[in-house]
């Protein structure tokens, strides 16, 4: 084989996808089967079949965990998008110091999700934080600000943690997308007579929506099985469980209940979720395409 063959590189390849293959299917293999498996660390180990599943579903709780994790997940990765969708076009635009800026929005990405979420929870304090008196100071607020006392608030609390630590990752990804168009083609949007918001629209975005889509199911994806922000932030899911996702009804059973069976069977759970959302995105990415 010689160096410019694609087989070249594909068996260059082949030691990598091995280990990587290993390094998710083994992992994977051993939570499928303990989720067959009673497993409580009070009775003998024994095979149940499909009972730590039928628990799981037959909870009563389980479809308002799910639909916090929906909530939580896509208003993190809404959030995250315009955002990050904004500040690439801002930075594409910058020419002097635009090193800096871009080093500026990076930043965030550096934080540890854990401290991210107590960094906000410092933020968001009724009786210290920052955001509740500047609220204050600036006549906005009569008393202070505890996102904590209310489902909704506590819940917008978390999304805004969750999405400040995943804004620079898709930021980075959307700039790219912006930066690989060629500049010939604003030059011509701009002799036909488009202005910023229609090269935006018609030229920038389209040209840039793989790499964007990419970008957003890895922080979809990523921010489903998430519970680091909601955990530091509302231990325990908060007042009446408002932020009590389906990462934190995992976590429960695993560590609270030390049933690692049905903790198993939620994490199959979680895994086919979040496969089926990644599909459905990289099926509409190739259609797309």
């Given at each position: 084989?010689k160096?410019?063959?694609?087989?070249?590189?594909?068996?260059?390849?082949?030691?990598?996808?091995?280990?990587?293959?290993?390094?998710?299917?083994?992992?994977?293999?051993?939570?499928?089967?303990?989720?067959?498996?009673?497993?409580?660390?009070?009775?003998?180990?024994?095979?149940?079949?499909?009972?730590n599943?039928?628990?799981?579903?037959?909870?009563?709780?389980l479809?308002l965990?799910?639909?916090?994790?929906?909530?939580?997940?896509?208003?993190?990765?809404?959030?995250?998008?315009?955002?990050?969708?904004?500040?690439?076009?801002?930075?594409?635009?910058?020419?002097?110091?635009?090193?800096?800026?871009?080093?500026l929005?990076?930043?965030?990405w550096?934080?540890?999700?854990?401290?991210?979420?107590?960094?906000?929870?410092?933020?968001f304090?009724?009786?210290?934080?920052?955001?509740?008196?500047?609220?204050?100071?600036?006549?906005?607020?009569?008393?202070?600000l505890?996102?904590?006392?209310?489902?909704?608030?506590a819940?917008?609390?978390?999304?805004?943690?969750?999405?400040?630590?995943?804004?620079?990752?898709?930021?980075?990804?959307?700039?790219?997308?912006?930066?690989?168009i060629?500049?010939?083609?604003?030059?011509?949007?701009?002799?036909?007579?488009?202005?910023?918001?229609h090269t935006?629209?018609?030229?920038s975005?389209?040209?840039?929506?793989?790499?964007?889509?990419?970008?957003?199911?890895?922080?979809?994806?990523?921010?489903?099985?998430?519970i680091d922000?909601?955990?530091?932030?509302?231990?325990?899911?908060?007042?009446?469980?408002?932020?009590?996702?389906l990462?934190?009804?995992?976590?429960?059973?695993?560590?609270?209940?030390?049933?690692?069976?049905?903790?198993?069977?939620?994490?199959?759970i979680?895994?086919?979720?979040?496969?089926?959302?990644?599909?459905?995105?990289?099926?509409?990415?190739l259609?797309?395409?």
């Amino acid at each position: 084989m010689k160096l410019r063959d694609s087989g070249y590189g594909m068996v260059l390849s082949v030691p990598g996808l091995v280990i990587l293959l290993l390094w998710v299917l083994i992992p994977f293999s051993i939570v499928f089967i303990i989720s067959f498996l009673r497993y409580d660390n009070m009775s003998p180990v024994i095979p149940t079949g499909l009972a730590n599943y039928k628990t799981v579903l037959k909870d009563p709780a389980l479809p308002l965990v799910l639909a916090r994790t929906f909530i939580f997940s896509f208003g993190s990765t809404g959030l995250t998008l315009l955002t990050s969708v904004i500040l690439a076009v801002c930075l594409n635009r910058i020419v002097k110091g635009s090193a800096f800026f871009r080093s500026l929005v990076v930043m965030p990405w550096a934080v540890p999700l854990i401290l991210s979420g107590f960094l906000w929870a410092w933020m968001f304090h009724p009786s210290f934080g920052p955001i509740g008196d500047l609220l204050m100071k600036c006549k906005l607020m009569s008393e202070p600000l505890n996102i904590y006392k209310e489902a909704s608030t506590a819940m917008a609390g978390v999304i805004i943690a969750d999405a400040w630590r995943r804004i620079p990752f898709l930021t980075i990804i959307t700039l790219a997308g912006l930066q690989s168009i060629p500049p010939n083609l604003y030059e011509a949007a701009t002799v036909d007579g488009a202005d910023s918001f229609h090269t935006l629209r018609y030229v920038s975005l389209p040209l840039a929506s793989r790499p964007i889509l990419i970008g957003t199911l890895i922080t979809l994806m990523f921010s489903f099985r998430s519970i680091d922000v909601i955990y530091s932030m509302t231990p325990g899911g908060g007042i009446g469980k408002c932020t009590y996702v389906l990462g934190t009804y995992l976590f429960d059973y695993m560590y609270e209940f030390l049933n690692y069976g049905v903790a198993a069977s939620i994490s199959v759970i979680l895994i086919i979720l979040t496969f089926g959302i990644g599909a459905f995105f990289i099926y509409y990415t190739l259609k797309k395409g």
